[in-house]
């Protein structure tokens, strides 16, 4: 197994497989903690300055990692869901507009199209669960109203990947708006916004960027950067940073939904676990996953567990969701938690996601400590 272990505390008592919820943070972020708090005990204008090009290295980075065009696509904002809300209250809707989407999406991805409705904006809703062919299924319901399709590129619950590239091609030959949230992917699976042909993409860096909570992060398509129309405002969007002239520019890059001061630790926490990413190379990161994803499912069909994420290779990412049908699902997460397998419960299910940098000898504890956990309740039950 690929061994890319070394920025991370991985010890055995501990297996921790819940990327998908908050990722540890590598060693690299710990020395950017503490020279930034000694920076804040006597900020001084080089200091200020230097945090600002690092936020700008930053969105070049973010740029690398997406292909994007330019890094003047990409805005650095405080998290998903306020970059999936600049979208949809930016879009120009004419009622009758529809907009297509999951029935299993992430509540964030969800929300803000239904709130649309009051404009006369529907949602057409597809029960991915119910189509072998989930592309197909999104793109079979999109009519001559469909005004933009949105996709987690990874669900969070099942971890089913989807086809990014064949719903881009279709949306383009459609003209219609393709916005992906990469929450579930961006830092594990290579993601190419410009042969996608994605218009909006959006993530935090929290996940498998293996950064802070309240770090977002926003993709726009040069064509739409100054066709959304803004609903927030600040000192940071505008053009030239001349606070007097009532005279009104603002950016037109990316840096027009960047209203006010920036998380500026956060990001720099972002930049250096990024940094990391880019040199261990995107795609030596998504093998590993897959090798330990590959490993985990294993291991749980030995067990007889029932598991729903999809069984063909290109459908998973870093996802692996089950359950056993006999044991019930809370009880079990909870014995997994306390025997140190650290997981979530997602609806009915169990969800493990392990990242790059877990190691072989911790994912062979997992086989033992389940069956530990289920001899105990199978005792209780
Ligand atoms: C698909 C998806 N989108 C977004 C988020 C997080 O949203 P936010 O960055 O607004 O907290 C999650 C978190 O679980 C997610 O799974």
């Known amino acids: 197994m690929i061994n890319l272990s070394q920025q991370f505390v991985t010890n ?35 200091v200020m300055l230097e945090w600002e090009q690092k936020q700008q290295q930053l969105r070049q980075q973010l740029a690398v990692l997406l292909n994007a065009a330019t890094n003047t696509q990409v805005a650095l904002l405080k998290n998903t869901s306020e970059a999936l809300s600049i979208i949809a209250t930016g879009i120009d809707w004419q009622p009758q507009d529809n907009i297509v989407l999951a029935v299993q999406e992430f509540p964030s991805n969800r929300l803000i199209w239904q709130a649309l409705a009051s404009q006369g904006v529907n949602c057409i809703w597809v029960d991915l669960a119910l189509h072998a062919d989930p592309e197909q299924a999104l793109i079979a319901a999109c009519n001559k109203n469909t005004r933009l399709l949105t996709v987690s590129a990874v669900q969070y619950h099942d971890g089913c990947k989807l086809d990014l590239l064949r719903l881009g091609a279709f949306c383009n030959t459609q003209t219609i708006a393709f916005c992906v949230d990469a929450a579930q992917q961006l830092g594990a699976y290579p993601i190419d916004v410009q042969s996608m042909q994605i218009d909006f993409l959006v993530a935090c860096g929290h996940k498998w960027l293996c950064a802070a909570e309240g770090t977002g992060v926003l993709y726009v398509a040069s064509k739409w950067l100054t066709r959304l129309k803004l609903h927030q405002y600040g000192w940071h969007m505008l053009k030239q940073a001349d606070f007097t002239s009532l005279q009104v520019e603002i950016a037109t890059t990316a840096q027009r939904f960047e209203a006010g001061s920036l998380n500026t630790l956060n990001e720099l926490i972002l930049a250096s676990s990024l940094n990391m990413l880019l040199e261990l190379g995107l795609q030596n990161i998504s093998n590993a996953i897959t090798e330990r994803i590959d490993y985990l499912w294993q291991q749980l069909n030995s067990l007889g567990c029932e598991i729903i994420t999809p069984a063909t290779a290109k459908q998973r990412a870093g996802i692996i969701s089950f359950k056993i049908p006999r044991i019930n699902t809370a009880k079990l997460c909870q014995q997994l938690n306390q025997q140190g397998i650290i997981c979530s419960q997602r609806g009915d299910y169990i969800r493990l996601s392990p990242h790059f940098y877990i190691t072989e000898t911790q994912l062979k504890t997992v086989l033992p400590k389940m069956k530990h956990c289920l001899l105990i309740l199978d005792n209780y039950t």
């Open 12 to 46: 055995v008592d501990n297996v921790y497989l819940n990327h998908a919820r908050l990722s540890p943070w590598p060693v690299c972020s710990r020395q950017v903690v503490e020279t930034f708090v000694i920076q804040m005990q006597q900020p001084t204008a080089a």
